[in-house]
């Protein structure tokens, strides 16, 4: 079981299960395009979430072997979660139907921080690959940083879209409680005294 779970590939369809599930129901015609904003958008930001809470949950309890498992899937992770936004911005334009109607609501809040979230996350996926990592050397870091952004941009979206915090600030508690306790350590944990004073 162990041996099949480390392969990619099972790794990848596990990924792709709900949006299995989703697409399904949309094709039999049992889900519309409107339905389909939601759980896309979700799963977009459920898997930012978790590939971004693996470093500071590492940090905050140390090594382990489920934690080291899904660090070095975190990139797999944060590529799905850009596919699933790509799947969001799909079914956002099917239900649109026509560029007039998506023009003329762009300069809305909940609009223009999906879209910039969507370009922001753009970089981040073209480069979350090993040739990219050797290209870019030292700087592949500060374009997969870009992360940051992407997540406040996506939590803004998700505020103004449905007009309501409890569902966004669910999800990305575990995240920001993660970051408060890191900040909490590094301002509060015992300085090492020199030796000789």
Same mark, same amino acid.
């Not at 140390?62 to 944060?78: D, N, T, Y």
């Given at each position: 079981?162990?041996?099949?779970?480390?392969?990619?590939?099972?790794?990848?369809?596990?990924?792709?299960?709900? =949006? @299995? $599930?989703? *697409?399904?129901? !949309?094709?039999?015609?049992?889900?519309?395009?409107? #339905? /389909? &904003?939601?759980?896309?958008?979700?799963?977009?930001?459920?898997?930012?979430?978790?590939?971004?809470?693996?470093?500071?949950?590492?940090?905050?309890?140390?090594?382990?072997?489920?934690?080291?498992?899904?660090?070095?899937?975190?990139?797999?992770?944060?590529?799905?979660?850009?596919?699933? =936004? @790509? $799947?969001? *911005?799909?079914? !956002?334009?099917?239900?649109?139907?026509?560029?007039? #109607? /998506? &023009?003329?609501?762009?300069?809305?809040?909940?609009?223009?921080?999906?879209?910039?979230?969507?370009?922001?996350?753009?970089?981040?996926?073209?480069?979350?690959?090993?040739?990219?990592?050797?290209?870019?050397?030292?700087?592949?870091?500060?374009?997969?940083?870009?992360?940051?952004?992407? =997540?406040? $941009?996506? *939590?803004?979206?998700?505020?103004?879209?449905?007009?309501?915090?409890?569902?966004?600030?669910?999800?990305?508690?575990?995240?920001?409680?993660?970051?408060?306790?890191?900040?909490?350590?590094?301002?509060?944990?015992?300085?090492?005294?020199?030796?000789?004073?």
């Amino acid at each position: 079981m162990r041996t099949i779970l480390n392969k990619k590939t099972v790794f990848w369809l596990l990924l792709s299960i709900p =949006a @299995v $599930l989703m *697409l399904s129901g !949309y094709w039999r015609g049992t889900i519309d395009s409107m #339905d /389909m &904003l939601h759980p896309t958008g979700e799963w977009s930001a459920r898997l930012m979430i978790i590939a971004m809470m693996l470093g500071p949950l590492a940090a905050v309890i140390g090594p382990r072997p489920w934690l080291k498992w899904l660090l070095f899937r975190r990139r797999a992770l944060g590529v799905g979660a850009f596919a699933y =936004a @790509v $799947l969001h *911005l799909i079914f !956002y334009m099917v239900d649109m139907g026509n560029l007039d #109607d /998506m &023009l003329a609501e762009w300069t809305m809040p909940g609009i223009w921080t999906g879209w910039a979230a969507m370009l922001v996350f753009v970089p981040i996926a073209l480069t979350s690959n090993d040739a990219a990592m050797r290209a870019l050397k030292a700087n592949w870091k500060s374009v997969q940083r870009l992360v940051y952004a992407a =997540a406040l $941009l996506t *939590l803004l979206h998700w505020f103004w879209v449905h007009n309501s915090y409890q569902a966004a600030i669910i999800h990305f508690a575990p995240l920001i409680l993660l970051w408060v306790v890191i900040f909490a350590k590094s301002v509060f944990s015992p300085k090492v005294q020199s030796k000789g004073i």
